[in-house]
């Protein structure tokens, strides 16, 4: 029985490698010739560096960089990999784990820290990047990593501005002239698992504003702010943010490495599945197990399940996933490739038991999966 695990974290409670684990030990208890293959997977999100170094090989490094808030400082996780490719996730740096949540206020909350960690790879000598840009705190435009790597950003009267998407009204002119020379040097790809423009309705400020902590009075500020800013970059750049899908993700960040350091934008789990070279580690497996912590009608976008479960369908291998919990029209994932979900959460619970319990529910469910598909196996089809 050979068998693939590649799931995304359980965000907030076990990353994509400990999921694996704790499958892998289930699975061992029911199948004595178990061969498993464990690739952990991102989506340009928690888990981006750890799924990319697993699948490439190479080593993890830290910084001490800005974190989400001016003056508060960060002990930010990255990777070299093996063929020398800095792996980043912003979320390290800027992401909402690092604030409480009365600290949420993307007003304030600046992608500085990021900046300073792509300038730490580049003082290693990297020159090709990865950056994952999910998780982010940050509604700021990505001014605070392009201000990281010396690119000025003035108001109507030449002077700089400050830091957080507050500023992002006053800006009036963009200065290149200091960006680090180096960036002009590199290859940059940018994975995410989002496609929305800089503004409007679907953009930046409006769909991921209020989960970063912003209220209606913030929103409107934000827009106001981010519709100048994308102005600016479209009479000084001559590029139109909001005709690049994913430009708002990360609050805009997308808009900035595209725009100012000539980045390339990826789907999350297209890429990352390229990075590992997902496919080529399919041949003789017998069953796929993913996962992630909540599988909806949203799933279909661009998750980390559906985009294995394409990848098996188009082999013929049987897939099925193990999630937190199942929302609204979860069945949809079904028609791409995935045949059953297993939930971990086996009764009525709160939030914050199932949080607490996670692993020992997470090998439970994957205890009762296992057993399905072992009966399954020892089934006598009647003739």
Not at 73 to 85: E, H, L, R, W
Not at 127 to 155: H, K, Y
């Amino acid at each position: 029985m050979k068998i693939v695990f590649a799931p995304d974290s359980f965000k907030g409670t076990m990353s994509s490698l400990q999921v694996i684990q704790i499958l892998e030990r289930a699975a061992s208890s029911h199948f004595s010739d178990l061969q498993v293959v464990k690739v952990p997977i991102a989506d340009g999100g928690e888990g981006t560096v750890e799924a990319l170094i697993t699948a490439m090989g190479g080593e993890y490094r830290y910084a001490q960089v800005t974190g989400p808030l001016e003056g508060m400082s960060v002990k930010a996780m990255y990777g070299i990999s093996k063929n020398g490719t800095a792996i980043i996730e912003m979320a390290q740096a800027s992401g909402l784990p690092h604030l409480d949540e009365n600290q949420r206020n993307p007003l304030q909350t600046t992608t500085y820290g990021t900046g300073e960690l792509i300038r730490v790879a580049l003082d290693e000598g990297i020159r090709e990047f990865i950056i994952g840009i999910g998780g982010s705190a940050t509604n700021d435009g990505g001014m605070g990593m392009a201000q990281a790597l010396g690119i000025v950003f003035l108001d109507g009267e030449g002077r700089n501005v400050g830091f957080g998407g507050r500023y992002l009204s006053e800006v009036g002119k963009i200065v290149m002239d200091g960006l680090d020379p180096r960036i002009r040097e590199s290859k940059i790809t940018v994975i995410c698992d989002v496609s929305n423009p800089l503004t409007g309705p679907q953009g930046a400020t409006y769909v991921y504003g209020p989960q970063k902590g912003a209220t209606k009075e913030m929103l409107e500020i934000l827009e106001k702010g981010m519709k100048n800013y994308a102005g600016v970059i479209q009479r000084q750049i001559g590029i139109d943010m909001d005709s690049i899908p994913g430009a708002g993700a990360a609050g805009g960040l997308g808009a900035a490495l595209t725009g100012f350091l000539g980045a390339v934008l990826k789907p999350g789990i297209e890429a990352v599945l390229e990075f590992t070279d997902f496919d080529s580690l399919l041949d003789g497996v017998d069953l796929v197990v993913t996962g992630e912590g909540r599988i909806d009608e949203q799933s279909v976008f661009g998750k980390v399940p559906v985009g294995v479960a394409k990848r098996c369908k188009d082999k013929s291998i049987p897939v099925v996933a193990v999630s937190g919990i199942m929302g609204k029209n979860a069945g949809a994932v079904y028609d791409y490739g995935i045949n059953s979900i297993m939930t971990t959460v086996n009764r009525a619970m709160p939030l914050e038991e199932a949080l607490t319990r996670a692993e020992e529910l997470l090998y439970d469910a994957a205890d009762r999966m296992f057993r399905f598909i072992k009966t399954g196996m020892d089934i006598k089809t009647s003739k």
